[in-house]
């Protein structure tokens, strides 16, 4: 499947490439605007990078497969990342997990097979002070409890069914 | 400014344990408007009347230590950037906070971004950097948008850029970006932060050359934590007098401390250094859930070595005293954990998240790492055995010192230093007979009819 940026978007890479003296120095910026666009960073959206920014591709792949936060598969509407390090562990952090992996019947690095929900065991997101907590795509919940959890799941697959009904 | 001698609670100089300096406790600081109301840039203002040497000086003087692990002081980094060079300068801000146990920057992010670019500002005019590079960690989504936010509202008003020279009368001005990571531990570490903004894989480099020579596009750059600029201002407004005389004079100011784990109020707290660890936990946190006993407590972040929780009368939190306590301040994230912790999970869970950070350049931290957690998972499932015990130990020895950069000492550290201090508690965990550490497959492959027992025999 093709990629192309849209316009907007190849506006804002631009405007990153313009922070600094070289381009390739703009890649993470891409990255992180195709996969808002893309939803994932499949080879041809590493191909469009490289071209824009004029780099070799690999060296757009090197960057990929370093950072975790680039999704090399595609990932649920809602990604869920559950953080399982100290000192959320030491605040019932598994817990959660477990009741996260229960109700939507995955495991970790897994999707729902109606590709709604994706499920990944994280490390420290810094939020110790409000442990144990889980991010949503990009938000945070903290000081969770496993009924706070349910609740979260419960209310996420509320918004997908109302969406579906408009 | 007026507003860092004075707390809401009527605390003045003098009154030291109530100072806030890096978090004060005004409302909407986070606005420009706010922020200038409260004397905002300032201090700056007085930074570009003085020369850069003179701003290296007051620093160093100030005795300001960096805050991100090392204690550095700030003024003497600041002073091995190169004079005459035609070469751009740099200064990198580093806001990766990946240490499992710290979450202090996202506050400054959060709560008073202003002082932040302020801090930067006069930092650019000390050391002769043009541009400023905020690098933020990728999973900090919120605070990267309210950093950019603080930082659009402060080109605005012509706090940062060209307009600057206009705004300040003097020649000087700065580009400040923030840099989003993509969720990278080994990114803090300040080479790899320089190969991260170069949209590179963020793998450490060899030092020597040290950044001040050799830094970002191979060009001379200081890279500082968040919090160690953040109270820049402050000292160029009230003096590095003032400054030096707050907390342990080897370590003055205050330190936002995040703590976490089993305490009532867990969270950030702005205190003066050599605060009493006890004091913190039992006074500011609110002691341990269930009034139980503290088994151990690691005081500055995942990577630092443990405390038996028997053994913290007296401890006060700053660099010098914690090194002769034998642990380190690292980002000042305490962790606290009680009687019925299981030290064997956490020590696991902690070499586990070295396991998964280690960026593979060094074999000893990309294989030790991975070796020690598996001896620990055979602990945890009952089947280790008391020479487990040295060979973690070992392992950790032959990582530690032996890597490009301090990940290697990061993962060693917690795993000697547990099992040297809690000796008593793991040896409960494993047997005393000494096993061979792995079944022998070659046997099994063999079909050898001969069980282990009878070939020692």
Redesign the interface.
Known sequence: MDFKFTRENLDKINDAIK????K??????A??IAQAQNGWISNEVMQEIAKVLE?NPE?VL??VT?????HQEPVGKYHL?VC????C???GAYDIYETVKKSLGIENMQVTADKKFSLEE??????????PMI?VN???YENLTVEKIEEILKSLTLTLSKEEGV | MVFLLKSPFGGFRGFLSMEKIVLPEIKHLHLIDVYLANGGFNAARKAFSQSPDDIIDQVKKSGLRGRGGAAFSAGLKWSFMPKTTTKPKYLCVNGDESEPGSFKDRQIFEFNPHQLIEGILITCYAIGAKTCYIYIRGEYHKWIRLMENALADAYRHGFAGEQMKEKFNTDFSCEIYVHKGAGAYICGEESSLMNSIEGKRGYPRVKPPFPAQYGLWGCPTTVNNVETIANVPPIISNGWNWFAKIGEPKHPGTILFGISGHVNKPGVYELPSGTLLTDLIYNYAGGVPGNKKILCVIPGGSSMPPLRGDQLEGIKMDAESLKAAGSAIGTGGVMVMDEDTDLVKVLARITKFYYHESCGQCTPCREGTGWMLKILNRILRGEGSVNDLDLLISVANNIEGNTICALGDAAAWPVKFMIERFRDYFEERVSKEIKLPVANKVHSMRKTEFPLAEIKN
């Not at chain 1, 399982?84 to 000192?87: E, F, G, H």
């Not at chain 1, 994280?122 to 442990?131: D, F, I, N, T």
């Open positions: 922070r600094y003296p070289d390739q120095a703009a890649v993470m910026h990255l992180w780099i060296d090197g960057v370093f950072y975790t936060m680039y990342q399982t390090n100290v000192s562990m030491l605040r994280v490390e420290c997101m810094g939020s110790c002070g409000s442990a991010a990009e938000d945070y």
